[in-house]
Nanobody, 121 residues
Framework: QVQLVESGGGLVEPGGSLRLSCAASGNIFKVGNMGWYRQAPGNQREWLATISSGGQENYQASVEGRFTISRNNAKNTVYLEMNSLKPEDTAVYYC???????????????WGQGTQVTVSS
């Protein structure tokens, strides 16, 4: 089994910054794409950014230029640096990773438990 544990959420004023982390642990042979999503109350979960194992980054248009995704493959950890935060960025933020637990195993998608980000003065 694989676990994703997020950290770094909290309360920040508009214009501020936060850095989220998500570490994968457990039965891991290889971690593929890792990504970040968020869900605000009453809204569907939305994709924010993805980073491949080779470091290729992709962003949703609304966060490109403000958010930066990165990863440390040695630590199986993905990060989301969020700058110029706005009240509308308030949501629960989730990480996702696709993982092979063995050389011959299928790729399985795992989610973190979520971390709350609140942007308010």
């Amino acid at each position: 089994q694989v676990q994703l544990v997020e950290s770094g959420g909290g309360l920040v004023e508009p214009g501020g910054s936060l850095r989220l982390s998500c570490a994968a642990s457990g039965n891991i042979f290889k971690v593929g794409n890792m990504g970040w999503y968020r869900q605000a109350p009453g809204n569907q979960r939305e994709w924010l950014a993805t980073i491949s194992s080779g470091g290729q980054e992709n962003y949703q248009a609304s966060v490109e230029g403000r958010f930066t995704i990165s990863r440390n493959n040695a630590k199986n950890t993905v990060y989301l640096e969020m700058n110029s935060l706005k009240p509308e960025d308030t949501a629960v933020y989730y990480c996702k990773a696709v993982v092979k637990s063995g050389m011959w195993d299928d790729i399985v998608e795992y989610w973190g438990q979520g971390t709350q980000v609140t942007v308010s003065s």
